[in-house]
């Protein structure tokens, strides 16, 4: 059961991706129920991942809150998207806020069901980006996690940040806000400056 600062800090995870699937949703001229689809699908589908993951219940099959938050968002985004005229670039920056808050509370979930550090990391890299993932590959759009670009390390400091300062004793709200807001850091630095780790280049094979 997540504290209630925790439980708002994860409403507000699905809220934001909700979001992103329902502004592609926008971009590609979907119907109200595209939309429905696309905020739902981006808004639970790294949590429903993970739950799997974890084999405990699926959150939103517990609580149905978050379906509710995904309905409403598609709904109010069907009559308002115009509103927001850069788009993609509303996308970007609320896919960042999604990402670094879900990292955190994939790895906070996956600890209070057992798992192990590096686990728990790993569980929470996958909670955050693979809504993203579903949203992008059912809409056609270029997958975020595929980009040269900063994105699922961003993910990936988040999480451990998280778990590190968990591990020292500090109180989880204030571990979660850290690592929510380095993961957010690091994203945004991506989306501003371009940030990016060193890419493979390839070489010629050696002869024997």
């Known amino acids: 059961m997540l504290s209630t600062p925790l439980y708002i800090l994860d409403l507000l995870g699905v809220a934001v991706f909700a979001t992103t699937g329902a502004l592609v949703a926008s971009r590609k001229q979907m119907d109200i129920i595209g939309f429905a689809l696309l905020a739902t699908l981006t808004g639970v589908g790294g949590g429903t991942f993970r739950d799997l993951i974890l084999d405990r219940p699926v959150f939103w099959t517990v609580d149905q809150t978050y379906l509710i938050i995904c309905f409403g968002i598609a709904i ?4 308002a998207s115009h509103l927001i005229q850069r788009r993609y670039v509303a996308l970007l920056w609320l896919d960042a806020i999604g990402l670094a808050a879900y990292a955190v509370m994939g790895a906070h979930i996956a600890t209070q069901n057992g798992a192990g550090f590096f ?4 569980m929470g890299v996958m909670t955050a980006t693979f809504g993203g993932m579903i949203r992008d590959v059912v809409s056609d759009e270029n997958v975020l996690i595929l980009q040269e670009e900063i994105y699922a390390t961003a993910a990936l400091i988040a999480a451990f940040a998280y778990l590190a300062l968990t591990y ?3 109180p989880p ?3 979660a806000s850290a690592g929510t807001a380095l993961g957010l850091i690091a994203r945004g630095g991506a989306i501003i400056w371009h940030w990016q780790l060193p890419r493979y ?4 094979g050696r002869e024997y």
């Open 119 to 122: 686990v728990a990391g790993a």
């Open 168 to 170: 020292l004793g500090i």
């Open 76 to 79: 109010i985004a069907f009559f």
């Open 201 to 204: 280049k390839p070489r010629e």
């Open 173 to 175: 709200l204030y571990a």
